[in-house]
């Protein structure tokens, strides 16, 4: 069950993305330089000063949030193909995220089911969870409850996270996946999904979306759990298309 194996999959559409997402980042970046540049200067009244800094702080902000939902997952190109125990991950993910929660007033609560184990590349589930855990918490400005489920089968495994945010009409809906597409201004890079589904599709999973305007929202997304796996792995083994570690 431990076996490691690397394939060649690669999400073209997404690393064709790789330019404009440079955009993303060198703009703010092209801007809060200037502004440094102009704090340089002499004469500057204390009023100007410090209206120039907030103006970096959000420049730089922005460029970091492309970095968070977007650069740890495009920072290999091949997918690696490893035992991920869901569990674990959902655990640290939280835990990078439970600071934020707290400030926030929202309360992250789980429910697991059995371990079980995919198979995947680790550090860009992890991108997943944070995305989605992120997107949900931002749903919630008044704070609210953040639920983390497992259910499992004899052969999947489903990861459903719930908020009790804002929610979302049938329109946007729709739209998700969409790059760029957000509703947050400035503060959305709309990155955060189209990477999520990108990584869910190569781990052959599936994402649902079930929202309520002023409600809630889950995400739920399957995936096959080991055992059916094993049965690809041989196959590719066949195939020849990994490397065992
Ligand atoms: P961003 O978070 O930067 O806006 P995403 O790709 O992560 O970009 O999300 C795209 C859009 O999907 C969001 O702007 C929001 O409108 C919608 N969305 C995603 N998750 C949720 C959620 N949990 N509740 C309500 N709306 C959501
Ligand atoms: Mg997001």
Redesign the pocket.
């Known amino acids: 069950l431990r076996k490691h194996l690397l394939n060649t999959k690669r999400l073209e559409a997404v690393e064709q993305m790789g330019a404009s997402i440079s955009h993303e980042i060198r703009n703010p970046l092209t801007a809060a330089t200037g502004f440094v540049q102009l704090l340089q200067s002499e004469n500057i009244s204390m009023e100007s000063r410090s209206q120039y800094l907030s103006i970096i702080k959000k420049e730089l902000k922005s460029a970091e949030?492309v970095i968070q939902?977007y650069l740890t997952f495009s920072k290999t190109e091949d997918f690696l193909t490893e035992t991920i125990y869901v569990h674990d991950e959902i655990k640290q993910a939280i835990q990078s995220l439970q600071l934020t929660a707290k400030k926030k007033s929202i309360e992250i609560i789980t429910h697991f089911s059995n371990d079980l184990a995919i198979i995947g590349d680790k550090q860009k589930f992890h991108q997943c969870l944070i995305?989605?855990i992120?997107?949900?918490m931002?749903?919630m400005p008044k704070g609210g409850t953040l639920t983390i489920e497992t259910e499992t089968t004899s052969s999947m495994v489903s990861i459903l996270i719930k908020?009790t945010?804002?929610?979302?009409t049938p329109e946007?809906l729709n739209?998700?996946?969409e790059p760029y597409?957000?509703?947050?201004g400035k503060?959305?890079?709309?990155?955060?999904?189209?990477v999520?589904y990108s990584i869910i599709r190569s781990m052959n999973g599936t994402v649902h979306v079930d929202?309520e305007l002023n409600s809630?929202?889950t995400?739920k997304f399957t995936f096959p759990s080991i055992p059916d796996h094993l049965e690809q792995i041989e196959i590719l083994e066949n195939e020849n298309k990994y490397v065992l570690s």
Do not use: W
């Open positions: 949030r939902d995305n989605i992120k997107n949900g931002e749903a908020d945010g804002i929610g979302m946007q739209r998700l996946g597409y957000s509703t947050k503060k959305g890079t709309g990155l955060g999904l189209m999520v929202s809630g929202t995400f």
